[in-house]
């Protein structure tokens, strides 16, 4: 098993793409309200490290189909690209966390993150994952990044069963951003006070569909 960026190196990674520290990730070590209430807040950004097994494959596809069909309404402020690299949905949980959440952080003022968020906001999702391809700093960090603390660097098309989604509050709704989606998830209605809650209210629902299933991970950007 292999994912590109494990949370450990999610700080590290970030302060080389010129993100200050003044929100910082920390471990979510379980979904009932004694363990939630023991992270501190606020919270704006969920990441999620989860298996991708034949049920979820199968309930994406459903999914997709269903909101396909029926439509939702996505805030045209979301920040959302696709996933087109292999191996990288940790930099992309990473991109979605801060992209849509650009008032709370703050940056150096060169920093590369900021800069690659500014010229890609406009582009459409598949664009801005054009971009991020070409985008060297970026590129350059996440490798030195993801082979830190492994023994043997994973080819980039090696096959990752283990995959990085984030959830994000914009403008009072939540929303699940997956790079191998389609189009943001978006799920109900959230507030700054409730986002912790309800952010892993829908990551219970993915523990459910797996009940067998250990391999799962969340961690929360938290203010420092």
Same mark, same amino acid.
């Given at each position: 098993m292999h994912d590109d960026l494990t949370p450990i190196f999610f700080p590290k990674f970030l302060r080389q793409l010129g993100l200050l520290p003044t929100w910082q990730f920390g471990d979510v070590y379980g979904m009932d309200p004694e363990l939630l209430s023991m992270v501190p807040r606020p919270v704006c950004a969920v990441l999620l490290l989860f298996p991708v097994t034949e049920k979820y494959e199968s309930f994406r596809l459903e999914e997709e189909a269903k909101i396909k069909a029926q439509g939702q309404d996505v805030s045209p402020d979301v920040y959302f690209m696709k996933q087109t690299i292999g191996n990288a949905c940790g930099t992309i949980g990473l991109i979605h966390a801060v992209a849509n959440n650009q008032e709370h952080l703050e940056f150096e003022t060169d920093s590369p993150l900021k800069m690659f968020l500014v010229q890609s906001t406009? *582009? #459409?999702? +598949?664009?801005? %994952? =054009?971009? *991020? /391809?070409?985008? +060297? #700093?970026?590129?350059? =960090?996440? +490798? #030195? #990044? %993801?082979? /830190?603390g492994q023994t043997e660097a994973p080819s980039l098309d090696e096959k990752v069963d283990l995959h990085f989604i984030a959830f994000v509050n914009v403008g009072g709704h939540l929303y699940e951003l997956d790079g191998r989606k389609p189009f943001p998830i978006a799920h109900g209605k959230t507030s700054e006070v409730r986002f912790l809650e309800d952010a892993t209210e829908v990551c219970k629902t993915f523990m459910a569909r797996d009940p067998q299933e250990l391999r799962f991970t969340v961690v929360a950007l938290s203010k420092a």
């Open positions: 406009k *582009l #459409s999702p +598949e664009n801005k %994952a =054009t971009f *991020l /391809e070409k985008d +060297e #700093s970026i590129r350059v =960090t996440h +490798e #030195s #990044s %993801a082979q /830190e």
